[in-house]
């Protein structure tokens, strides 16, 4: 593994109310650069809203959040793809009508100028697409197929390519198995199991064990909204996790 | 294995993508073939084409409009509303005397406003559906432009108010004979139809608002302003609409109350026809001009033939639903793999 020990994102006692509803109490957590966590508990134990608070979609009721070692207030969803944070939805958010290279851009195409007309730059669109697949080993027949036409597999590595196109450092998935025929599921763990052997980290939510151990160094499990146990990959069992899913030390 | 099913392919299923962008241009063409040699003197005449495409005129800028917004898997029934609309306030700039810029600038003001309140009105009163909105503006509108009006009729304009839904191009010059003129309105269609395909197909708005009709969750994520888009899209659309007014301005030569009556409809049923899906993100600006011809070449060719305007409405009727069962089909053919 190419685990080096600098920390990248660390949030630190992070707390989460919805009105008299406590979704998380003093949760802490830490990715290392190029690592892969899993974080596993039940529903409701407030994976989904930890995910939701480091993404900037939701904000933290208390707590701090730190990249590479500086505070950092996130307002907004764009905050967090500035600091190099990439989420990527359960419900795959890609556009299936539009090619896989405009999904890829989608929203921040490259144009060329004519004048005063700024003009989507097709070419750079393709090339651009085509090198990063390449660099994930993603295989496509072309990168102006449609989204539409290709398995929920393909379509998952395509949303993965999305997440980490700009230079992204940590990339959430939730749940990117869940949909997946089970001969697809291998195609998308060696992609993860990829990224980190260019540097990426990435968190992964997910209540199947084989996706966990087949790509995690480090497990962090919530139960009722707080830390309850967390262990280097190798120290710990299938068994054991499930019994932390389940509130068992 | 996988170089021998590409192999397995047949011509049939790789000309499917070719079908799917170009068919319905094909469905026209067969059209235009089969009335030249059903009435082989006159569909095909200089006179007969320029009234083809003068009559389609308003009616395209409608069924552009609208398509904009089905694209974005919405829908706008108020187009010709806001065209009755927009056509009543030209008419009674240009009966207090305006200057003819200002009374040609006022239906595109008043039609673009129009939009910009049912985009508004979608997104901040948030509709169930575009639908029930733009129901509403449908009488709004009218109903607006028979208060301003009296219900009645306002007729005569200047000659440069009519300019570009009544003015000829002379190609005498050509060596034509002075029958043989270019009406103002085909060079508008064309430039606003090509504005269209461009701002659609190649600039980032365009392809957003294809990324909105194809998942607008997808669109939010990747950052994108759903709701301003929206409302810049129904703007447009009463923009082209107001286009329309200008144009039956110029060819009617009066604001009357029944302006548009049921266009929307028309125009509705030339997206449809042209390609365009109701659960957005599909379709083409081809493909609407394809449809707008393809509805105005029947009429002409049924009126040439003489048949009654009720079979007419019968067959346009059988029209639509032939041409979403064909892309039903089509359909069927590309997910069987």
């Known amino acids: ?249 | 294995m996988e170089n021998k099913e590409v192999k397995k392919e047949s011509l049939f299923l790789k000309s499917i993508p070719y079908f799917e962008k170009y068919g319905i241009l094909i469905v026209l063409i067969i059209m235009i073939v089969g009335l030249h040699f059903m009435q082989p003197e006159v569909f095909l005449s200089w006179r007969n084409i320029t009234n083809i495409f003068k009559q389609v005129s308003w009616q395209s800028m409608l069924a552009l409009g609208v398509f904009v917004v089905i694209v974005t898997a919405g829908i706008d029934l108020s187009v010709g509303s806001i065209m009755m609309l927009s056509l009543m306030v030209l008419a009674i700039t240009a009966k207090s005397g305006a200057d003819w810029y200002i009374v040609v600038f006022i239906p595109l003001l008043v039609g673009m406003l129009c939009g910009m309140f049912n985009g508004l009105g979608i997104v901040l009163l948030r509709m169930p559906h575009p639908f029930i909105m733009t129901l509403g503006t449908l009488y709004i509108f009218r109903g607006t432009g028979n208060l301003i009006s009296g219900g009645s009729p306002i007729s005569g304009f200047t000659d440069e108010v009519r300019f570009i839904g009544n003015g000829r191009i002379d190609l005498t010059w050509l060596g034509l004979d002075e029958t043989q003129y270019l009406p103002v309105s085909v060079i508008l269609i064309a430039s606003v139809f090509f504005c269209m395909w461009l701002f659609l197909n190649h600039t980032r708005t365009g392809k957003w608002i294809y990324a909105i009709g194809g998942n607008p969750n997808a669109a939010r994520a990747a950052g994108i302003n759903v709701n301003k888009i929206l409302v810049i899209v129904y703007s447009l659309c009463g923009l082209l609409s107001g286009f329309g007014a200008l144009i039956l301005a110029g060819r009617a030569d009066s604001g009357y109350p029944n302006a548009g009556l049921n266009a929307e409809l028309d125009a509705i049923a030339a997206c449809i026809i042209g390609g365009a899906s109701f659960f957005g993100g599909r379709g083409t600006v081809l493909g609407v001009f394809a449809g707008v011809m393809i509805m105005g070449i029947l009429r002409n060719g049924l009126n040439l033939m003489d048949v009654s305007a009720f079979w007419q409405q019968v067959l346009i009727g059988a029209i639509i639903v032939i041409a979403v069962y064909i892309d039903v089909l089509r359909k069927d053919l590309g997910t069987r793999k």
């Open chain 1, 1 to 249: 593994m190419n685990t080096s020990n600098k920390i990248i994102l660390e949030a630190k006692n992070i707390s989460k109310y919805f009105g008299t509803i406590t979704a998380l109490e003093n949760v802490n957590l830490k990715v290392r650069e190029g690592e892969c966590l899993g974080v596993v508990g039940d529903n409701g134990a407030g994976k989904s809203t930890l995910m939701k608070i480091l993404s900037g979609l939701y904000k933290p009721s208390k707590g701090e959040m730190y990249f590479y070692g500086k505070r950092e207030v996130l307002e907004s969803p764009r905050d967090s793809q500035n600091l190099g944070l990439e989420m990527v939805y359960q419900d795959l958010a890609l556009a299936g009508n539009l090619p896989i290279g405009e999904n890829i851009f989608l929203g921040r195409e490259p144009t060329k100028s004519f004048g005063f007309l700024k003009l989507l730059d097709y070419k750079k669109i393709k090339e651009l697409s085509e090198a990063h697949l390449d660099k994930l080993k993603i295989h496509v027949k072309s990168s102006d197929q449609k989204v539409e036409e290709l398995s929920g597999g393909q379509r998952q590595a395509i949303a993965i390519a999305r997440a980490t196109a700009f230079n992204s450092k940590l990339v959430i998935m939730d749940e990117p198995t869940a949909a997946l025929a089970i001969k697809e599921v291998s195609k998308v763990l060696d992609l993860i199991n990829g990224l980190k052997k260019i540097g990426v980290s990435v968190i992964i939510i997910s209540h199947r064990m084989d996706d966990i151990f087949a790509v995690c160094d480090r497990i962090t499990a919530l139960f009722q909204g707080t830390n309850f146990a967390e262990s280097e990959l190798s120290k710990t069992s299938k068994d054991e996790v499930i019994g932390w899913i389940m509130g068992k030390k």
